[in-house]
């Protein structure tokens, strides 16, 4: 038989198909990924579960209107001292300056609408909705003034939006390292995108919060490592859940809204101001003495204002920090004790 009449070899089975090695790679892959986020599903869910039966709300679930606050005040004596927290933080975050500062007075601690005890609302997470809520909190709550506002962070710009809507209330203010309405425009371009860079941050957490991934990886353990145990433990569990994440990304989202309801406040005329700024960086250090040229910008919002720089404290050691916070204290109780001082004869009331 001649070559030419050879039968030609079969085929290959394979031709035309992907290789079975590869289909299988892949199903075991997927199926690898779905058992993963069960699992991580599952185990939040049961973590969860148990942080709600072992951190109840140490304070009071006051009505704001179709929806419940967080309130816990400790201490007793006027003025009372009102402590507004920064984003994605949570009453607990002042355990140590609210333990140090109710020695000499009260002190009111709170959780945003969404945020850790507090149930969600259905409006906007905005700076005039917020010192709205906040208004109604201690009216309903039955906590009178004089007030001193104390705001850390994202929560200076609350404190300035409810003193210009209720001055009559607000005896004095403390601001800590406290956002400023023009940062964005005013600090280095990095500024900016690392603020972008958080909200699209955000934006996901509630997702892999979901399945388990913030839990497992104790990814915002850091901004309340050095608070007292059962404090810190509290704040780790509600970073690990989708809505106190929902809230923390609307209140960012409200940026632009917040700061230029805050620009178009008023001073705080002869009333007492601390300013208080950290000297150690918590993050990006080029963006440390740019802040506290805006710190001290703010000293100019009372006639009565002063400025007070804590070399060795960063952003978030403020207040989780025992010695920082010791000092951050001291600032609330000096303007405590300026409410508290008569009026010297002649000068003008506040």
């Keep these: 038989m001649s070559a030419s009449s050879e039968t030609p070899p079969p085929a290959s089975v394979s031709q035309g198909r992907p290789p079975r090695r590869w289909l299988r790679r892949l199903l075991w892959t997927g199926l690898g990924l779905a058992l993963l986020l069960v699992t991580g599903t599952v185990y939040q869910a049961v973590s969860a579960a148990a942080d709600e039966r072992d951190f109840p709300p140490p304070g009071r679930m006051v009505d704001v209107g179709g929806h419940r606050l967080h309130l816990h005040c400790l201490g007793e004596g006027r003025p009372t001292v009102v402590l507004e927290s920064g984003a994605n933080s949570m009453s607990s975050g002042w355990a140590w300056v609210q333990s140090e500062v109710a020695k000499t007075t009260r002190v009111c601690a709170y959780d945003r609408a969404g945020n850790a005890w507090s149930e969600p609302g259905q409006g906007p997470h905005d700076a005039a909705h917020v010192v709205e809520q906040l208004h109604t909190l201690l009216a309903n709550a039955g906590e009178s003034g004089p007030l001193v506002l104390v705001g850390h962070s994202l929560g200076g710009l609350f404190v300035r939006l409810y003193a210009d809507r209720y001055p009559e209330q607000v005896a004095g203010m403390v601001l800590l390292d406290a956002s400023h309405p023009d940062q964005l425009e005013r600090l280095p371009g990095s500024a900016r995108k690392q603020f972008e860079l958080g909200v699209k941050m955000m934006a996901l957490m509630p997702a892999l919060v979901q399945v388990g991934l913030v839990r497992a990886t104790g990814l915002f353990d850091a901004m309340g490592r050095g608070l007292p145990e059962r404090a810190f433990a509290e704040a780790a569990a509600f970073a690990s859940t989708p809505r106190h994440m929902e809230a923390a990304h609307d209140e960012m989202l409200a940026w632009d809204d917040s700061a230029a309801q805050v620009r178009a406040t008023r001073g705080l005329?002869?009333?007492?101001?601390?300013?208080?700024?950290?000297?150690?960086?918590?993050?990006?250090?080029?963006?440390?003495?740019?802040?506290?040229?805006?710190?001290?910008?703010m000293v100019s919002l009372s006639s009565r204002g002063e400025y007070r720089l804590i070399p060795e404290a960063n952003h978030l050691s403020l207040l989780t920090d025992q010695a920082h916070a010791r000092q951050a204290s001291a600032a609330v109780l000096d303007v405590v004790l300026q409410v508290r001082a008569p009026p010297v004869a002649g000068a003008a009331s506040p």
Excluded: K
């Design 269 to 297: 005329g002869d009333r007492p101001l601390l300013v208080v700024s950290a000297g150690a960086a918590a993050g990006a250090p080029e963006l440390v003495p740019a802040f506290q040229a805006l710190h001290r910008e």
